[in-house]
């Protein structure tokens, strides 16, 4: 009997034993593999963009002699040698006329300066192809080099002017603060209504066919494609209330209806987190609903909440296609100074300059993702952190 039941362990049970062990170790191999293979991805795709994104970070200046004269006011290429026409950035040169109005005590002097270059020269000295500087002017940039009139500085211009026709000059400024106006409006908006709409669903609503039909329609509306926001958007807030178009308002309001669902989902799952004998205690001591739900609840799902509210606006922020039907991709050089201007964002920036032709638009654009994804990390990371210590357990 005893030697059956030694039998029937080694031929049944082990080998069953042994047969899960390999399927284990199998699974334990995929899952490996899978997370190997995404980090791989991921490596590759920062060191893409950081390689492309760290030579827009700096600028090519040449030294030239600039001849102020009355015929600069008509024709800016007066006012340097006819050789560097081509060599020194177009942008600067057209600015000449108007600094020559604002002090006409310059007509007549002469002085050298250090000018951003050309954007055909500032790839050909950073060895990029395609950068259609003709030989003649590369010998002409070649020998400036040899004399120290060429230098390598930190580009400032990236992060103090606007969009540019012209990619030395191009720098993400108008749309930082575009940005920071429509986040604003989208904060402002979206989360008092989702925070309360939650508290009212989940501390106050009995439980009935038209709160399950609303739940229902708030789960649908998290799931649709953002474009649909856009057309939403411009139905109403552009043709039926007056919005101006391509204004930080009328994305700022576009985008607060499409992070609304996410919010309000997020402050529910905060909710229910908070332990029913909380509010059983509160009721105990005789406080009403709202005292319960306003001095008990909410502080206690309060962390919750700002997570999901941060990660439903750092979404926002990343968002282009509702922002493109609102108008929000138009050419801005310059700053807004209002919420009703018209402006552009950051990842609308980033498009357009994507489908510039001009090798020079192409490491701006991927530095203008390493900004977004800058801050975009930055705001994901304060979430996890207020998550982290805020964190209970009941």
Do not use: C
């Amino acid at each position: 009997m005893h030697n059956k039941a030694d039998n029937f362990l080694h031929q049944g049970v082990h080998p069953r034993k042994r047969k899960r062990e390999r399927a284990d170790a199998r699974f334990h191999f995929y899952g490996l593999a899978a997370v190997s293979l995404a980090l791989g991805f991921l490596v590759i795709f920062f060191i893409d963009i950081i390689g492309q994104a760290l030579p827009a970070f700096h600028l090519t200046e040449v030294l030239v002699k600039v001849h102020y004269t009355e015929a600069v006011k008509s024709n800016y290429n007066k006012a340097i040698d006819h050789k560097l026409s081509r060599i020194v950035g177009r942008s600067w040169l057209r600015s000449l006329p108007m600094k020559i109005e604002a002090n006409p005590a310059l007509i007549g002097t002469e002085e050298e300066l250090w000018i951003a270059a050309d954007s055909r020269v500032d790839q050909y000295l950073k060895g990029h192809d395609g950068h259609g500087l003709k030989n003649k002017y590369r010998k002409i940039v070649d020998k400036m080099q040899q004399q120290g009139k060429v230098r390598d500085v930190f580009n400032w211009a990236f992060f103090q002017s606007g969009d540019s026709k012209l990619p030395e000059s191009a720098g993400i400024l108008a749309a930082a603060i575009g940005s920071l106006f429509t986040l604003l409006i989208t904060m402002l908006v979206a989360v008092p209504i989702g925070v309360m709409t939650a508290i009212y669903l989940e501390e106050f609503a009995t439980d009935n066919t038209f709160t399950r039909l609303v739940e229902v329609n708030i789960n649908n509306l998290a799931a649709i494609p953002s474009i649909l926001y856009g057309l939403l958007g411009l139905a109403i807030f552009i043709n039926f209330m007056g919005v101006p178009r391509s204004s930080a308002l009328a994305g700022g309001l576009t985008l607060a209806l499409m992070t609304l669902p996410l919010i309000i989902i997020a402050t529910r799952a905060a909710l229910r987190a908070v332990p029913e004998s909380i509010r059983e205690a509160a009721f105990g001591l005789g406080a009403s609903s709202l005292q319960v739900a306003w001095h008990h609840v909410l502080p206690l799902a309060m962390p919750g909440i700002l997570t999901g509210s941060i990660i439903g606006l750092a979404q926002a922020m990343g968002e282009t296609a509702p922002l493109i039907i609102v108008g929000m991709m138009a050419y801005i050089p310059d700053a807004p100074g209002s919420i009703l201007e018209a402006t552009t964002v950051l990842p609308a920036q980033i498009y357009t300059w994507s489908t510039e032709s001009m090798r020079g638009y192409s490491e701006r654009t991927a530095a203008g993702i390493m900004v977004l994804l800058t801050v975009l990390l930055s705001l994901n990371a304060l979430a996890v952190k207020l998550r982290n210590r805020s964190e209970k357990n009941w």
